[in-house]
């Protein structure tokens, strides 16, 4: 069968194009993903944590449950390290989190100054079917007020990323199988152009 190069030509250029326009929309996938946010369903704040707070249980079944956790320290000049872990019933660790929280204040010759970073947001997703716990600690010895707020999601931009990568993905692999001579001569010349650098 014999392939009119200008048929194939016009047709590589559609393919491209049409990839062109998937890898957009993959990243318009990204971009959402980051900036999504779900509606909230329940609110739970817990104040001056001095120790380990546990929040739960949190019963999962047929559907996912999605839990953003924002702590904030109110104490100024110090610093504090605030971690969390999600447990199971069994009191297993399934996978933790943290930061350290610290705010510095003072004078200098242009007058006061602060800096911090005073603030932790975790984004959790149990999709699991069982029953978890989620623990906040503070480091031992350590006295700043710290404040945790769970906040019970409706949704998550996880959706929006997987989207977004397996589009990615699949952009990828059909411009390398669509282009497979291009590349190739791209690689040939390239081979080329190294084999003469290393000659000099």
Known sequence: MIVDPKQKRKD????????????????????????????????????????????GPIVVKDKPKIYEIKTYMFSNNTSVYISGEVINEDDDTLFEFGKDLWHESGYDSEGYWSESDNGMN???????????????????NSFPDISATFYRKSGSGIPHFMVGFYLLIITLFTFIFRNKEWIKEKYIWLDEVLEEASDD
């Open 122 to 140: 975790a984004k959790i997703t149990l999709s699991e079917p069982g029953t978890y716990y989620i623990k906040l600690n503070k480091e031992d």
């Open 12 to 55: 590589l250029i559609f393919y491209n194009n049409l990839l062109l326009i998937m890898s957009i929309f993959s990243v318009i996938f990204f971009i959402t993903a980051m900036f999504v946010d779900a509606p909230t369903l329940k609110t739970k704040t817990f104040y001056n944590i001095s120790d380990t707070k546990k929040f």
